[in-house]
Nanobody, 122 residues
Framework: QVQLVESGGGLVQPGGSLRLSCAASGSIFSIRVMGWYRQAPGKERDLVASATSGGTTNYADSVKGRFTISRDNAKNTVYLQMNSLKPEDTAVYYC????????????????WGQGDQVTVSS
């Protein structure tokens, strides 16, 4: 089994910063993709940012220039540095990982973190 544990969310004023962390543990051979999704009340769950094991990153247009995703592959951990936060960034943020669990199997499996509330409000 693979578990993703998130931390770092909370309440912040507009213009402030937060850093989310997500650590994967369990039976892991490699993690091809790690990323962050978010879901605001009444909205769909949307991709915020993702990073491949090779270093390729992607960002939603709404966060480009403000958010930065990074990975520590040795620790199976992904981070999301969120700067210049806006009220519209308020959402539950979910960590995501695409995992190859065994060297002998090329099957990739998807895992989700528990979600972490980020609230941007004055």
């Amino acid at each position: 089994q693979v578990q993703l544990v998130e931390s770092g969310g909370g309440l912040v004023q507009p213009g402030g910063s937060l850093r989310l962390s997500c650590a994967a543990s369990g039976s892991i051979f490699s993690i091809r993709v790690m990323g962050w999704y978010r879901q605001a009340p009444g909205k769909e769950r949307d991709l915020v940012a993702s990073a491949t094991s090779g270093g390729t990153t992607n960002y939603a247009d709404s966060v480009k220039g403000r958010f930065t995703i990074s990975r520590d592959n040795a620790k199976n951990t992904v981070y999301l540095q969120m700067n210049s936060l806006k009220p519209e960034d308020t959402a539950v943020y979910y960590c995501y990982a695409e995992v190859q669990r065994r060297q002998t199997s090329i099957i990739l499996m998807n895992y989700w973190g528990q979600g972490d509330q980020v609230t941007v409000s004055s």
